[in-house]
């Protein structure tokens, strides 16, 4: 079972940016994503980004996160979080697999997760 490391993050402010990151195999998964829990609500798909390079988000993150994919360190996978809201606080996963139509990826079509880490976004 291929285990997906985020790299963790601090508390920060609203209003402020934070990048988390982990290293996702092209092999053989089609697609790197992010995903976010937060206390009491179901697991959200945020961005997705696939080995084209294309990308999508969902509407609550969409002009504010940016995913992004680095080949060349080790199949690095970013997530740039700016303009942050006390609401952005989570637990924040790290996730891969394949998939036939390009969509974002939501819970039901992971293969490989992440531990996850915190964020949290004080007002």
């Known amino acids: 079972l291929v285990r997906l490391s985020e790299l963790g993050v601090g508390p920060v402010q609203s209003g402020g940016s934070l990048s988390t990151s982990c290293v996702v195999p092209?092999?053989?998964?089609?697609?790197a994503a992010w995903l976010r829990e937060a206390a009491d609500e179901e697991r959200e798909g945020l961005a997705t980004?696939?080995?084209?390079?294309?990308?999508?988000y969902a509407d609550s993150v969409k002009g504010r996160f940016t995913i992004s994919r680095d080949t060349a360190r080790k199949n690095t996978v970013y997530l740039q979080m700016n303009d942050l809201k006390p609401e952005d606080t989570a637990t924040y996963y790290c996730?891969?697999?394949?998939?036939?139509?390009?969509?974002?990826?939501?819970?039901?079509?992971?293969?490989?997760w992440g531990q996850g880490t915190q964020v949290t976004v004080s007002s």
């Open positions: 092209s092999i053989p998964y089609n697609y």
């Open positions: 980004i696939y080995t084209s390079g294309f990308s999508l």
């Open positions: 996730a891969a697999g394949f998939v036939v139509d390009r969509k974002l990826v939501q819970s039901q079509d992971v293969n490989v």
